[in-house]
């Protein structure tokens, strides 16, 4: 069975930096893309960013400029760098990846990591 396993949460002060790891375990034949969610407090899950296999990227507006999702392929590990993080930043981030393994092409999700910005 495929698993996503998140590190790297924790509390910042604000114009602070932190990088999450997520990384892909399991039988895998093949990950089509992997990206970053997050949900803060009372607010539905929103898209971060996300990387498809072939390096193309994307972001929600509220992160370009601060955020980078880069991926290891040989380790079937997704990096989000976050810089001059914000309170709004605020949230649980879920990594996400559609992945070919012995279950079929299904979408996995990590547990989540809480990230905190704060003073």
């Known amino acids: 069975q495929v698993q996503l396993v998140e590190s790297g949460g924790g509390l910042v002060q604000p114009g602070g930096s932190l990088r999450l790891s997520c990384a892909a375990s399991g039988m895998i034949f093949s990950i089509f893309y992997m990206g970053w969610y997050r949900q803060a407090p009372g607010k539905q899950r929103e898209l971060v960013a996300v990387i498809r296999s072939g390096g193309n990227t994307n972001y929600a507006d509220s992160v370009k400029g601060r955020f980078t999702i880069s991926r290891d392929n040989v380790k079937n590990t997704v990096y989000l760098q976050m810089n001059s993080l914000k309170p709004e930043d605020t949230a649980v981030y879920y990594c996400?990846?559609?992945?070919?393994?012995?279950?079929?092409?299904?979408?996995?999700w990590g547990q989540g990591t809480q990230v905190t910005v704060s003073s």
């Open positions: 996400n990846a559609d992945v070919l393994g012995d279950r079929g092409k299904l979408v996995y």
